[in-house]
């Protein structure tokens, strides 16, 4: 069973960053496009951003929901099987627990593996 392990978030100030990572066992996103979505207070989960698997010399496709704006940026390491959400210009509204999952493909966002705890995002004054 892979496991997924979030981490990187915390309490920060409205126009702050944060960088949240996510980490999958047993090589658990070799091969995948990975997802990052969050769940903020009282709302269902959402989608925030993916990336195709790549290749030595390519990162991956991106792909982002709206709202984010271009203020974040999804990347990854293979090597380390690892992937990464850079948030900057974080607002209020970023406010949510944060997910990552390896994903069926870019367009069909189907989890593949058991959701992880999530790393909690507060963004406030």
């Known amino acids: 069973q892979v496991q997924l392990v979030e981490s990187g978030g915390g309490l920060v100030q409205p126009g702050g960053s944060l960088k949240l990572s996510c980490a999958a066992s047993?090589?658990?996103?070799?091969?995948?496009?990975v997802g990052w979505y969050r769940q903020p207070p009282g709302k269902q989960r959402e989608f925030v951003a993916s990336?195709?698997?790549?290749?030595?010399?390519?990162?991956?496709?991106?792909d982002y929901a709206d709202y984010v704006e271009s203020r974040f940026t999804i990347s990854r390491d293979n090597a380390k099987n690892t992937v990464y959400l850079q948030m900057n210009s974080l607002k209020p509204e970023d406010t949510a627990v944060y997910y990552c999952?390896?994903?069926?493909?870019?367009?069909?966002?189907?989890?593949?593996?058991?959701w992880g705890q999530g790393t909690q995002v507060i963004v406030s004054s």
């Open positions: 047993e090589s658990g996103f070799r091969g995948y496009a």
């Open positions: 990336i195709t698997y790549g290749s030595d010399t390519y990162g991956g496709r991106t």
């Open positions: 999952n390896a994903i069926r493909s870019i367009t069909i966002r189907t989890p593949v593996y058991t």
